[in-house]
């Protein structure tokens, strides 16, 4: 579902091609520069961008504190999610009694006295699948009014079968994208339960824009992928270059992503201006119904049964 109501003021319409905060002064990412970082966040607020997804882990909590600084005077206007689980000095706490600690410190980072989404950061299992009092002091925190809505963010087809069967999650995180698409089997559930999804790592990382290919080299995050995986990416790359009949296909990647109505936002990580415009193109690029199914064949035969490491 396209719509923030349950959290958000439901006159407040979102935008389906949100802002993905990891790369913001990022050395993860590459060149840092904050001051650089505080105005492309607050030139995305100025084109209409109001979904922001950070957390205090991204960049030591520099994420946090340059959407803050940029914020101003439209906090009101915006919605800014965040998590739990992994902190900014780069240790993880899963103990139920820091959420509201680590909640605090967000708050204070970004210089709001509430949250519109709080998420659990790739929660272990045990907490995923309900076995822990996570979920009931989310509640409790939804109910105190320090968050609006809370949901975890997850990786798998099957992390997301385990949250569907609870009733009380707002918004789920999910990676999912052309080269990740085992989740969409459950989608027609997400909506029943009238789950905000948001579709995370869009763009496979850089690799669905069709910039790179099997001998690129990579620094950063990104250094974790062996030789072997850069070269199956690279191929799958061109045949999905071969699909689509064109070089550049950033936007069809994310069209595809909107394309599914259980789909309620993209988070595309977004380190330019340029790179901001592009994304934001793709809400006036309808895909296809064609292309939609060329690109789930794809999936099937190419990937599937051999799904590729994040
Ligand atoms: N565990 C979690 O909760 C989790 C994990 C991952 C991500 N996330 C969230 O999801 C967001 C998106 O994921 P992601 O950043 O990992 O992957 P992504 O959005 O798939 O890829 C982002 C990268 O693609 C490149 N790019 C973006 N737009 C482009 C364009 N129009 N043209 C050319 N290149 C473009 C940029 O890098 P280059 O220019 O360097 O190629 C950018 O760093 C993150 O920012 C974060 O908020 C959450």
Known sequence: MNTLSKFHKPSVALTRVGFGAWQLANPLWGEVDEAEAVRLVRSAIDKGVNFFDTAPGYAG????????KA?????????????????????SDWHVTAIEPSLRGSMERLGTDYLDVLLLHNPPTEILAGHTNHFEELAHLKKTGLIRAYGVSIDTKEELA????????????????????????????VKAKHIFLVCKVPLDSGWLTGKYDGQSVFTGIRSRWSRADVERRGALVRELKTILGKEDT?????????SYDAVSCVIPG???????NDNLASLHHPLSIDTRKKLEAFYDRAIKNDPLPW
């Not at 385990?162 to 559930?189: C, G, H, M, S, Y």
């Not at 977004?270 to 901001?276: A, L």
């Open 61 to 68: 909590g520099a994420s946090e504190r340059i959407i803050g």
């Open 71 to 91: 914020i101003g005077s439209d906090r009101g206007s915006i919605a800014i999610s965040t998590k739990f689980g992994h902190n900014p000095d780069g240790t």
């Open 162 to 189: 385990t949250i569907l069967k609870r009733d009380d999650v707002d918004v789920v995180e999910l990676l999912f994208n052309v080269f990740f698409q085992a989740p969409r089997d459950l989608f027609e559930e």
């Open 250 to 258: 950033s936007l069809d990647a994310l069209a595809f992503l909107l």
């Open 270 to 276: 977004i380190k330019t201006n340029r790179q901001m």
